[in-house]
């Protein structure tokens, strides 16, 4: 199994901030990067696909990059409607895995 | 708009089978696979398998001789069988459809439905 490594697992952030997340593959996934926001008793929401392609609707502070084994989810100013956890997911082949999950938090 | 919404018992005694059923409403379920995804508490994320329309099926290994997962095109209803559960299996379930456009991506999620495994 490809193995999804997130960090960091957990953050302090204020409205406004740059923040980044990295997630690593432990082989590598070419491009086959997902990245998701998951608040607490809703739906997971998918942000990213093909590790830089924004999903439609989804705000453009949000940006992905990558290819490979490493991968960047960078949220250009932080709002208050981005607390959530952020997951990464390889879709290169399965069995489809998810990285441990980043939470962000307020400051 | 696509929607999915999960259905079934939230309480499961252990070594029984847990049942779900995932609706799909919106849009129709043929030409896309369609997944079953859970979060145990306090965990991550763990893909449990998808099937295809046409009633292909890929299964996660960690779960393959306990799990089934069957559609039924007639109702736009797929549905997730997990057998000879135990207190490991209590999570949030959720179904989501698969979208293949070179790379595949889960783009519509149901809100997810706790099951816990207990007598």
């Known amino acids: 199994d490809i193995q999804m490594t997130q960090s960091p697992s957990s953050l302090s952030a204020s409205v406004g901030d740059r923040v980044t997340i990295t997630c690593r593959a432990s082989?590598?996934?070419?491009?086959?990067l997902n990245w998701y926001q998951h608040k607490p008793g809703k739906a997971p929401k998918l942000l990213i696909y093909?590790?830089?392609s924004l999903q439609s609707g989804v705000p453009s502070r949000f940006s992905g990059s990558g290819s490979g084994t490493d991968f960047t989810l960078t949220i250009s100013s932080l709002q208050p409607e981005d607390f959530a956890t952020y997951y990464c997911?390889?879709?290169?082949?399965?069995?489809?895995?998810f990285g441990g999950g980043t939470k962000v938090e307020i400051k | 708009q696509v929607q999915l919404q999960e259905s079934g018992p939230g309480l499961v005694k252990p070594s029984e089978t847990l049942s779900l059923t995932c609706t799909v409403s919106?849009?129709?379920?043929?030409?896309?696979?369609w997944s079953w995804i859970r979060q145990p508490p306090g965990k991550g994320l763990e893909w449990i398998g998808y099937?295809?329309?046409?009633?292909?099926?890929n299964y996660n290994p960690s779960l393959k001789s306990r799990v089934i997962i069957s559609v039924d095109t007639s109702k736009n209803q797929f549905s997730l069988k997990l057998s000879s559960v135990t207190a490991a299996d209590t999570a949030v379930y959720y179904c989501?459809?698969?979208?293949?456009?070179?790379?595949?991506?889960?783009?519509?999620w149901g809100q997810g439905i706790l099951v816990t495994v207990s007598s």
């Open positions: 989501a459809r698969v979208y293949y456009g070179g790379n595949s991506m889960f783009d519509y």
């Open positions: 919106g849009g129709s379920i043929s030409s896309y696979y």
């Open positions: 099937i295809y329309y046409s009633g292909t099926t």
């Open positions: 082989q590598s996934i070419r491009s086959y």
């Open positions: 093909a590790a830089s």
């Open positions: 997911q390889q879709t290169y082949t399965p069995p489809l895995t």
